[in-house]
Nanobody, 115 residues
Framework: QVHLLESGGGAVEAGGSLRLSCTSSGSNLRLNPMGWYRQAPGKERELVADIWADGRINYRESVKGRFTIARGNGKNTLFLQMNNLKPEDTAVYYC?????????WGPGTQVTVSS
């Protein structure tokens, strides 16, 4: 079992920046891919960005050029640098990791962007 935990959320004004972190505990499985998802009130959870062991990175169109995903040196450590934040980025952000058919999620961290 892998436990993921996000940190770094908060409240910022439009144009500001935040850096989200995700750390893991429990099993030493190397999760692949890992990614960030978000869910705004009344909306479905959506992929923000993911990163694969072979180097592939995917970004949601609306965050391209503003967000950067990266894996850390620690096993199953993940970051999301978010710049030029917009009110529409307001959501709970979740860290996700996959291994075989298993999907692991963190409890989420709130990001609120005011105009």
């Amino acid at each position: 079992q892998v436990h993921l935990l996000e940190s770094g959320g908060g409240a910022v004004e439009a144009g500001g920046s935040l850096r989200l972190s995700c750390t893991s505990s429990g099993s030493n499985l190397r999760l692949n891919p890992m990614g960030w998802y978000r869910q705004a009130p009344g909306k479905e959870r959506e992929l923000v960005a993911d990163i694969w062991a072979d180097g592939r990175i995917n970004y949601r169109e609306s965050v391209k050029g503003r967000f950067t995903i990266a894996r850390g040196n620690g096993k199953n450590t993940l970051f999301l640098q978010m710049n030029n934040l917009k009110p529409e980025d307001t959501a709970v952000y979740y860290c996700n990791g996959q291994w075989s058919v298993h999907n692991y999620w963190g409890p989420g961290t709130q990001v609120t962007v005011s105009s």
